[in-house]
């Protein structure tokens, strides 16, 4: 089993849909949780952190589940740019991060 | 604003063959590491190095080498490359021990061994 799973889509939505991407991850003395983006042949950029009590970025809002050890990322009102990858991450111990294979959002007019 | 800097970008090499991959960061960042991204296997850590002069292996070292001679340089090798190396490579730095979780990446190098 993979430490970090995540369902690899894609995911097709029109423009203004709300779309949700969860994330598993297996060992539970995982420390920190993190979502990045990558676009189609370019490097992985941090999107943003995810913390206990959950914590939103404009359009971005982030869940975590320690309990069911589980991760989410709700996009609202998707735009065109959000086309992209969506990285899973945890940080196991320290100095490790431990990447997803991804989800792949496309976002269509 | 150069960041993380990978060269070369794009290789092919035969198997059996040698080479070096380079990555330079300009941000004096503490932490260096490389990755290889395969489909459906994510990115896996292959080396990394907490400091000049250090390093360590991740996930998946077997058939590479590194070295840190200096802070802004961390040089992944190849001694005889095989076709199961065909992947994209990426650098990427982080402050001490990416405790913010942010790695900053270099744009890849594109790998293909015949």
């Known amino acids: 089993r993979k430490e970090v799973e995540q369902d690899p889509g894609p995911f097709n939505v029109p423009e203004g849909a709300t779309v949700a991407f969860n994330c598993t991850y297996s060992n539970s003395a995982s420390q920190s949780f993190f979502w990045y983006r990558q676009d189609c042949r370019k490097e992985p950029k941090l999107l943003m952190s995810v913390y206990s009590s959950g914590n939103e970025d404009g359009r971005f809002t982030a869940q975590l589940n320690r309990a069911s050890q589980y991760i989410s990322l709700l996009i609202r009102d998707s735009k065109l740019s959000d086309s992209a990858t969506y990285l899973c991450v945890v940080k196991k111990k320290a100095d490790k991060l431990i990447f997803g294979t991804g989800t792949r959002l496309q976002v269509f007019p | 604003n150069a960041g993380v800097t990978q060269t070369p970008k794009f290789r092919v090499l035969k198997t059996g063959q040698s080479m070096t991959l380079l990555c330079a960061q300009d941000?004096?960042?503490?932490?260096m590491y490389w990755y290889r991204q395969d489909p459906g296997m994510g990115l896996r850590l292959i080396h990394y190095s907490v400091g000049e002069g250090t390093t360590a292996k991740g996930e998946v070292p077997d058939g590479y080498n590194v070295s840190r001679l200096k802070k802004q340089n961390f040089l992944l090798g190849l001694e005889s490359a095989a076709p199961s190396q065909t992947s994209v490579y990426f650098c990427?730095?982080?402050?001490?021990?990416?405790?913010?979780?942010?790695?900053?990446f270099g744009e890849g190098s594109r790998l293909t061994v015949l």
């Open positions: 941000m004096n960042h503490e932490y």
């Open positions: 990427a730095s982080s402050y001490a021990g990416a405790n913010t979780g942010e790695l900053f």
